[in-house]
Nanobody, 116 residues
Framework: QVQLVESGGGLVQPGGSLRLSCAAS????????MGWYRQVPGKERELVAA???????NYADSVKGRFTISRDIAKNTLYLQMTNLKPEDTAVYYC??????????WGQGTQVTVSS
Protein backbone atom coordinates (compact mmCIF):
# COMPACT_ATOMS: atom_id res chain seq x y z
CA GLN A 1 0.00 0.00 0.00
CA VAL A 2 1.04 3.56 -0.70
CA GLN A 3 -0.56 6.54 0.98
CA LEU A 4 -0.48 9.82 -0.91
CA VAL A 5 -1.27 13.15 0.72
CA GLU A 6 -1.70 16.21 -1.48
CA SER A 7 -1.50 19.78 -0.31
CA GLY A 8 -1.07 23.26 -1.69
CA GLY A 9 -4.37 23.87 -3.42
CA GLY A 10 -6.43 26.99 -2.95
CA LEU A 11 -7.94 30.04 -4.54
CA VAL A 12 -5.74 32.13 -6.80
CA GLN A 13 -6.34 34.93 -9.28
CA PRO A 14 -5.74 34.44 -12.99
CA GLY A 15 -2.05 34.81 -13.75
CA GLY A 16 -1.09 33.65 -10.28
CA SER A 17 0.94 30.68 -9.13
CA LEU A 18 0.55 27.71 -6.83
CA ARG A 19 2.71 24.76 -5.89
CA LEU A 20 1.09 21.43 -5.17
CA SER A 21 2.81 18.76 -3.09
CA CYS A 22 2.19 15.04 -2.87
CA ALA A 23 3.85 13.24 0.02
CA ALA A 24 4.17 9.48 -0.44
CA SER A 25 4.47 6.88 2.30
CA UNK A 26 7.28 5.09 0.51
CA UNK A 27 10.17 5.76 -1.83
CA UNK A 28 9.43 7.48 -5.11
CA UNK A 29 12.84 6.73 -6.59
CA UNK A 30 12.00 3.61 -8.57
CA UNK A 31 8.50 4.17 -9.83
CA UNK A 32 6.70 3.12 -12.97
CA UNK A 33 4.83 6.41 -13.06
CA MET A 34 4.00 9.23 -10.71
CA GLY A 35 1.99 12.21 -11.76
CA TRP A 36 -0.73 14.79 -11.41
CA TYR A 37 -4.19 14.47 -12.86
CA ARG A 38 -7.19 16.77 -12.61
CA GLN A 39 -10.92 16.44 -12.79
CA VAL A 40 -13.89 18.77 -13.06
CA PRO A 41 -17.49 17.72 -12.44
CA GLY A 42 -18.97 15.84 -15.36
CA LYS A 43 -15.64 15.18 -17.04
CA GLU A 44 -13.13 12.37 -16.93
CA ARG A 45 -9.95 12.69 -14.96
CA GLU A 46 -7.14 13.89 -17.25
CA LEU A 47 -3.39 13.83 -17.17
CA VAL A 48 -1.70 17.10 -16.26
CA ALA A 49 1.92 16.02 -15.89
CA ALA A 50 3.79 12.83 -15.05
CA UNK A 51 7.24 11.46 -14.39
CA UNK A 52 7.76 8.02 -15.85
CA UNK A 53 10.42 5.41 -15.28
CA UNK A 54 13.86 6.78 -16.00
CA UNK A 55 12.82 10.26 -15.01
CA UNK A 56 11.37 11.58 -18.25
CA UNK A 57 8.36 13.87 -18.03
CA ASN A 58 5.13 14.20 -19.92
CA TYR A 59 2.77 17.19 -19.96
CA ALA A 60 -0.69 17.90 -21.26
CA ASP A 61 -0.52 20.37 -24.14
CA SER A 62 -2.69 22.82 -22.22
CA VAL A 63 -0.12 23.23 -19.45
CA LYS A 64 3.17 23.06 -21.35
CA GLY A 65 5.32 26.04 -20.56
CA ARG A 66 3.26 26.94 -17.48
CA PHE A 67 3.46 23.88 -15.19
CA THR A 68 6.55 22.02 -14.02
CA ILE A 69 6.57 18.61 -12.37
CA SER A 70 9.43 17.66 -10.11
CA ARG A 71 10.26 15.37 -7.20
CA ASP A 72 12.37 15.36 -4.07
CA ILE A 73 13.43 11.76 -3.65
CA ALA A 74 14.84 12.34 -0.17
CA LYS A 75 11.45 13.62 0.98
CA ASN A 76 9.36 11.14 -1.04
CA THR A 77 7.47 14.15 -2.38
CA LEU A 78 6.19 15.03 -5.82
CA TYR A 79 5.54 18.66 -6.77
CA LEU A 80 3.62 20.55 -9.39
CA GLN A 81 4.63 24.16 -9.84
CA MET A 82 1.82 25.99 -11.61
CA THR A 83 2.33 29.46 -13.05
CA ASN A 84 0.21 31.79 -15.17
CA LEU A 85 -2.89 30.01 -13.96
CA LYS A 86 -6.08 30.32 -15.98
CA PRO A 87 -9.72 29.86 -14.99
CA GLU A 88 -9.79 26.66 -17.05
CA ASP A 89 -7.16 25.19 -14.71
CA THR A 90 -9.82 25.08 -12.00
CA ALA A 91 -10.25 21.45 -10.92
CA VAL A 92 -9.55 18.94 -8.22
CA TYR A 93 -5.95 17.83 -8.64
CA TYR A 94 -4.99 14.26 -7.79
CA CYS A 95 -1.64 12.62 -7.27
CA UNK A 96 -1.13 9.18 -8.82
CA UNK A 97 1.49 6.53 -8.02
CA UNK A 98 1.92 3.41 -10.12
CA UNK A 99 4.37 0.72 -9.08
CA UNK A 100 6.09 -1.96 -11.15
CA UNK A 101 3.31 -4.43 -10.39
CA UNK A 102 1.06 -1.88 -12.11
CA UNK A 103 -0.87 -1.24 -8.94
CA UNK A 104 -2.21 2.28 -8.91
CA UNK A 105 -2.76 4.52 -5.93
CA TRP A 106 -4.46 7.91 -5.74
CA GLY A 107 -4.40 10.72 -3.25
CA GLN A 108 -7.53 12.34 -1.89
CA GLY A 109 -7.28 15.36 -4.17
CA THR A 110 -6.78 19.06 -3.60
CA GLN A 111 -8.99 21.81 -5.00
CA VAL A 112 -7.49 24.49 -7.19
CA THR A 113 -9.74 27.42 -8.05
CA VAL A 114 -8.61 30.16 -10.41
CA SER A 115 -10.91 33.13 -10.24
CA SER A 116 -10.89 36.88 -9.87
Amino acid sequence: QVQLVESGGGLVQPGGSLRLSCAASRSILDINLMGWYRQVPGKERELVAAIISGGSTNYADSVKGRFTISRDIAKNTLYLQMTNLKPEDTAVYYCKYRDWNIRTYWGQGTQVTVSS
